[in-house]
């Protein structure tokens, strides 16, 4: 440990909770009717965080690789459920997707980042790889859930639009050139945004904690490039995935729609006169 | 000259539509399909066009060419659908007739810009700006834009449903001539599902659809 650190103890966290307190008084006094909500996120915050203290403490202790990929296989699976939990619409198969294009970022950018920029040593260094791979997955869910979100409002608010040009003649690529870029677009403005005001109208997080834990500024900053463009690189990697594969499910190879396969979330599946439709043996 | 099918569909409580319907069209006509409101003509419109999905076991026959299932977008670019509700891209009245020309299935074919303003001035477009938003139209007035981007297509066949809702008699005279001298020449045909029969009874083909298949009226 560092000698700088000044460690925290249990009457400093009972001191920190009173702002959360102060929070829900304000909502009463406010009738903003929140109160049990921030209370219960509070609670969620303590027992969430302190479970995962406990199992990262363990995870360090143990030090055997197969611990290791079995917690980023155990991230990647709660960060694929919350992407589609946050999707107002889903489609069948929609959980294997997200699953996949958290592997696929997960490998990609967390591959290069740890064993070519860091150089981590050896690979599966808990303390390098767990807390970089955290921050892709966040951020891919991010890419995932906003272009998931906004090309399958497009597909199913603006069918009309998809069809006519299916209709004369557009492949399925042609078709599906707007709503792909939309939402790619989408997927990709907040860490845009993130890298545009880094440093200049808030600290980034990591870095923060890397100066607080006595890093040198310098060191710490260096991460902090490596970390943005990584989460850059999980952001793209996350929207386009699965945009593809959404596409490839709601859309044949030879432009047939597919939207029955699309519904809201908790809602019926098929909307509509033109979706009620099932095909039959002709 | 053209023919297609057999398609089937049912209804969202599972009752059958229509099954077994083979649709068959030839040159130089303009074919009516008829039937009540909610037997499914949209829906076979939809299948033709292979815009729904069919049991992939129907044969598509054009000019005696025969399209698979890989080929879709192509028999789409030569038996166009002009959709129900007379849908608009985003931009300009003028873009709404050209992107057709930006596609590959246009394969090269320039955008007629004279037949375009031509056939503008005929449905009675010829006044609205190039610019104007075409979500901005009426109702009345994207059915002629979309009848004009078909026929300025100029595919094999149109299939057209309703095309002439939202017009008044006089305008919807006009377009029914439009899409009759299109269908007239050598290598053409439409089909047309029309809400309220406006068009001469003797000088078409009439089809209705029933539950067990097509009658040649």
Known sequence: MNPALIALTPSDLVVASLFVLVAAGLSVALRLGLERRILVAAVRTVVQLGLLGLVLERVFAVRRPIVVVAMIAWMIVFAGREAVARSTRRYGGIWLDAWLTMTVSCLLVGGVVTRVVVGVTPWWEPQYVIPLLGMILGNSLNGISLALERLLEHLDTRRAEVELLLAFGATRAEALREPLRTALRTGLIPITNAMTAAGIVALPGMMTGQILAGTPPMQAVAYQVVVMFMLAAANAIGAVVISLGATRRLVTREGTLRLERLFRAGGARGRGKGRAVRRSAG | ?217
């Open chain 2, 1 to 217: 000259m053209l023919r297609c099918g057999p398609f089937g569909a049912r209804d969202g409580e599972g009752r059958v539509l229509f099954e077994s319907a083979v649709l068959e069209l030839p040159e130089r006509s303009v074919t009516v399909l008829e039937g009540p409101s909610g037997c499914g003509k949209s829906t076979l419109l939809r299948m033709i066009s292979g815009l729904l999905p069919t049991t992939g076991e129907e044969i598509r026959e054009l000019g005696g060419r025969s399209y698979g299932r890989s080929e879709l977008p192509e028999w789409r670019a030569g038996v166009t659908l002009l959709a129900q509700d007379a849908p608009v891209l985003p931009g300009t009245l003028e873009w709404n007739l050209e992107w057709p020309f930006r596609l590959r299935a246009a394969d090269g074919r320039a955008f007629p810009r004279e037949r375009a303003a031509a056939l503008l001035e005929a449905v009675g477009l010829g006044g609205v700006a190039a610019d104007r938003e075409a979500r901005s139209l009426s109702g009345g007035e994207r059915h002629r834009l979309a009848l004009v981007r078909g026929l300025l297509w100029d595919p094999p066949v149109l299939l057209a449903d309703e095309p002439f809702s939202g017009l008044d008699r006089k305008m919807a005279e006009v377009c029914r001539r439009l899409l009759e001298a299109f269908a007239a020449r050598s290598g053409h045909a439409a089909l047309v599902v029309l809400h309220d029969p406006i068009v001469d009874r003797d000088s078409v083909r009439r089809i209705r659809m029933t539950p067990r298949g097509m009658e040649v009226a």
